[in-house]
C-alpha cells in the first residue's frame, strides 16, 4: 500500500511559492543532482493537497539512439540490464544486484551509453545518465522525503546545487501508513519566519 499523504499550507506566505517534495539517491557512487520528484504550486493558505507515495519504484532507461524501454518494477536487492536482443534493445530483470540496498541498472550492450531512471507514481524521481558499456548505476533511497519551498523549479527535472543547499527539511517516513505535511511561517516583510514543515496526525503501519 503506498504512503497516504496530505500537503496543508497553514503558512502566511504571501508569493504564491511553490514546494517541491523529492529523495535523494544515497549510493555511494552516485554524482547526479536531485530530480524535482513533485512540485505543488498554487496551493493558497488553508488549502490541502493529497498525494500517494509508493513505497515500490519502476525502473525505465534510454538508449544512445533515443529509444525509451517499458518500466519494469524493481525493488532493492534486484539487478536489470540493458541488452542487445534480435528484436533491439530491451531492459530485462537479471538477477541480485551486489547490495541489498539498491536497485540497479547494468549497461549491457557492445556499445552506446544508455541512461537509467527511478520513477514512482509515474513521476521520475532519479536517474543516472550516460552509463557507458559495462558501468552500473546503483540507486538506494532511506526512506525520507525532502521538502521546501522554491521557485521556478520544473517537475521531473534536475534541480541545481543552489535550490537543494536552501532545502533542508528532512521528513522520516518509515513505518508511516498516512500522514499530514503541514507547512507554517512565511508571511510579508520584517515579521516574516522561516518556513516550516511537519508530520502531523500521522498513522503508522
Known amino acids: 500500500m503506498p504512503i497516504a499523504l496530505n500537503f496543508i499550507n497553514r503558512s502566511d506566505d504571501a508569493n504564491n511559492s511553490e514546494i517541491v517534495i523529492?529523495?535523494?539517491?544515497?549510493?555511494?557512487?552516485?554524482d547526479e543532482?536531485?530530480?524535482a520528484w513533485m512540485v505543488i504550486k498554487y496551493c493558497g493558505k488553508?488549502?490541502?493537497?493529497?498525494?500517494?507515495?509508493?513505497?515500490?519504484?519502476?525502473?525505465?532507461?534510454?538508449?544512445?539512439?533515443?529509444?525509451?524501454?517499458?518500466?519494469?518494477?524493481?525493488?532493492?536487492g534486484q539487478l536489470v540490464e540493458m541488452r542487445l536482443t534480435?528484436?533491439?534493445?530491451?531492459?530485462?530483470?537479471a538477477g541480485y544486484s551486489t547490495s541489498n540496498k539498491q536497485a540497479q541498472v547494468l549497461n549491457s550492450m557492445p556499445k552506446g551509453a544508455i541512461n537509467a531512471y527511478i520513477y514512482k507514481s509515474g513521476?521520475?524521481?532519479?536517474?543516472?545518465?550516460?552509463?557507458?558499456p559495462q558501468q552500473k548505476a546503483e540507486f538506494e533511497f532511506t526512506p525520507t522525503i525532502w521538502i521546501g519551498v522554491v521557485s521556478q523549479v520544473v517537475q521531473g527535472e534536475v534541480m541545481n546545487s543552489?535550490?537543494?543547499?536552501?532545502?533542508n527539511t528532512e521528513l522520516s517516513l518509515l513505518g508511516v501508513a498516512s500522514a499530514?505535511?503541514?507547512?507554517?511561517?512565511?508571511?510579508?516583510?520584517?515579521?516574516s519566519?522561516?518556513?516550516?514543515?511537519?508530520?502531523?496526525?500521522?498513522?503508522?503501519?
Do not use: C, W
Open 123 to 132: 513521476k521520475l524521481l532519479a536517474m543516472k545518465t550516460h552509463l557507458a
Open 86 to 93: 534480435t528484436s533491439g534493445d530491451r531492459l530485462v530483470h
Open 22 to 30: 523529492f529523495q535523494k539517491n544515497v549510493a555511494t557512487n552516485f
Open 180 to 191: 499530514d505535511i503541514v507547512m507554517t511561517g512565511g508571511g510579508p516583510g520584517v515579521q
Open 162 to 167: 543552489a535550490i537543494i543547499s536552501n532545502i
Open 33 to 35: 543532482l536531485p530530480v
Open 46 to 76: 488553508g488549502d490541502n493537497h493529497p498525494f500517494s507515495f509508493p513505497r515500490g519504484m519502476m525502473v525505465g532507461a534510454s538508449d544512445a539512439y533515443g529509444n525509451y524501454m517499458p518500466q519494469l518494477e524493481i525493488s532493492n
Open 193 to 205: 519566519t522561516p518556513f516550516q514543515f511537519t508530520l502531523e496526525n500521522v498513522v503508522m503501519d
